[in-house]
């Protein structure tokens, strides 16, 4: 077998924005960026943490999709899971063969509204009551939706040793038409040993 390829041109970095942003400020955001923007001087450059300008950042295709995800937890561990971020992805080709391409980099966000959870519903529980486990869980109807509370809650429930492992990660429902979240804990308790009693 043989393969044949043609890299074509390697792309530098050019200038990385954000768009659309009202809840986090644009420097909480720009700290997501993995790049450096050899354009910015002054103030700006202090807050996108420019490094020496002699060096060239290549765009990274794998870096730019992890800060992209980074950004959307982010915003969901705020309640914004209905924020539309899109990264964009903008190419500008020299002028010389010789030279460089750029890309110029940005995040469009629409935040849209945060969710809040309207209800959190525990099923399977057979044996354990419903209020140890709901002691248990850290977030609570009338909250802003929250992943990383949610997290903390699965966690602390597989903590109190009742159920079996691993508990499926919990479902979430839509409550209504402003799109107000129900939470779904599932559990299935463990089964418990047999005494066996002899007489004679």
């Known amino acids: 077998l043989q393969v044949d390829i043609d890299e074509g041109r390697r792309y530098r970095v050019g200038t990385v924005t954000v768009d659309g942003n009202r809840f986090f400020t644009t420097a909480q955001l720009m700290s997501l960026n993995p790049f450096v923007d050899r354009n910015a001087s002054g103030l700006r450059c202090i807050l996108r943490h420019c490094g020496d300008s002699s060096q060239v950042r290549y765009f990274d295709q794998s870096a730019w999709e992890a800060a992209t995800g980074k950004l959307t937890t982010q915003y969901a561990n705020e309640g914004y899971i209905y924020a539309d971020?899109?990264?964009?992805?903008?190419?500008?080709?020299?002028?010389?063969?010789?030279?460089?391409?750029?890309?110029?980099?940005?995040?469009?966000?629409?935040?849209?509204?945060?969710?809040?959870?309207?209800?959190?519903?525990?099923?399977?529980?057979?044996?354990?009551?419903?209020?140890?486990?709901?002691?248990?869980?850290?977030?609570?109807?009338?909250?802003?939706?929250?992943?990383?509370?949610?997290?903390?809650?699965?966690?602390?429930?597989?903590?109190?040793?009742?159920?079996?492992?691993?508990?499926?990660?919990?479902?979430?429902?839509?409550?209504?038409?402003?799109?107000?979240?129900?939470i779904i804990f599932k559990v299935e308790e463990k089964h418990t040993g047999n005494v066996n009693f002899g007489a004679s």
């Open 85 to 182: 971020i899109a990264p964009r992805v903008e190419r500008v080709e020299p002028t010389d063969s010789s030279q460089l391409g750029i890309v110029n980099l940005s995040w469009q966000i629409n935040e849209q509204r945060p969710a809040i959870i309207n209800r959190i519903e525990i099923v399977g529980n057979e044996v354990t009551h419903d209020r140890v486990i709901r002691e248990a869980i850290v977030i609570l109807p009338g909250d802003v939706f929250a992943q990383d509370r949610i997290l903390r809650s699965y966690q602390n429930i597989g903590n109190l040793g009742f159920f079996q492992q691993p508990m499926p990660f919990p479902d979430t429902r839509r409550a209504n038409d402003e799109g107000d979240l129900d």
